[in-house]
Nanobody, 112 residues
Framework: QVQLVESGGGLVQAGGSLKLSCLAS????????MGWYRQAPGKQRELVAV???????NYADSVKGRFTISRDNAKKTVSLQMNSLKPEDTAVYYC??????WGKGTPVTVSS
């Protein structure tokens, strides 16, 4: 019954900002590590950012200083604030729970 539903993807110009959200259900959200992954055409799915149950975060080197992951345990959401977007950020972004469950993804396209 685990469900992860992403939203917020879309088209944005380089240098712009976008915020992705993931609404979770079907598990005890507050004790789970959550993450955002992305998959660009021709590339493997990669970890973008992760946040554990205590709020500790880690980021891929490519997004450090530009992206911020956060969670709201009351709302059971995990968000990804993306700033200073680059064309190479174009990908389908996926919400992940504990490395085991995935959302369907939301596409992000950054135009140059």
């Amino acid at each position: 019954q685990v469900q992860l539903v992403e939203s917020g993807g879309g088209l944005v110009q380089a240098g712009g900002s976008l915020k992705l959200s993931c609404l979770a259900s079907g598990f005890i959200f507050s004790i789970k590590t959550m993450g955002w992954y992305r998959q660009a055409p021709g590339k493997q799915r990669e970890l973008v950012a992760v946040i554990d149950s205590l709020g500790s975060t880690n980021y891929a080197d490519s997004v450090k200083g530009r992206f911020t992951i956060s969670r709201d345990n009351a709302k059971k959401t995990v968000s990804l604030q993306m700033n200073s977007l680059k064309p190479e950020d174009t990908a389908v972004y996926y919400c992940n729970q504990g490395g085991s469950y995935w959302g369907k993804g939301t596409p992000v396209t950054v135009s140059s």
